[in-house]
């Protein structure tokens, strides 16, 4: 009997791709993709297509761009490094996840400080130990 592995075959694939991926942007020359972080990868079940997951601190736009102008050399080294049947054609996106964390950020700050421009507020506790 075959020892169960933790992890599904996508699964796998998707992070070597990711690891692929993360590792020859590093090569690419090109300053747009200098504060680039590959965040995930999700291929198709049949590996024919997978949507890459980027953040970045520049303007996403321009770093989509320059990612899709650099498509052909990334799939390339995918296709050298991974033995898959078929190598994915890739898409680039930028990581909704990041979107959404900072959007809940903002609004647990909203929480703590509900009027932005009174300034930060003292925690009751510290008031209540200063008087």
């Given amino acids: ?14 992070e070597a791709l990711r690891e692929v991926l993360a590792d020859e942007l ?18 198709d079940r049949d590996f024919r297509r ?6 970045t601190l ?3 736009e321009e770093v989509a761009g320059a990612l899709a102008q650099h498509r052909v050399r990334l799939q390339a080294a995918v296709g050298r490094q991974l033995r898959l049947k078929h190598t994915p054609e890739l898409t680039f996106d930028p990581d909704p996840a990041i979107a959404v964390g900072t959007r ?17 507020q003292p925690d009751s506790d510290v008031a209540k130990e200063e008087t």
């Fill in 58 to 60: 520049g303007p996403r």
């Fill in 50 to 55: 997978a949507t890459v997951w980027f953040d």
């Fill in 104 to 120: 809940v950020e903002e609004i647990l700050r909203g929480l703590h400080n509900p009027d932005p421009e009174a300034g930060p």
């Fill in 26 to 43: 590093e090569r690419v020359d090109d300053e747009r993709l200098e504060l680039v972080t590959v965040t995930g990868v999700h291929a």
């Fill in 1 to 14: 009997m075959a020892a169960q592995r933790g992890y599904s075959r996508l699964d796998r694939v998707n």
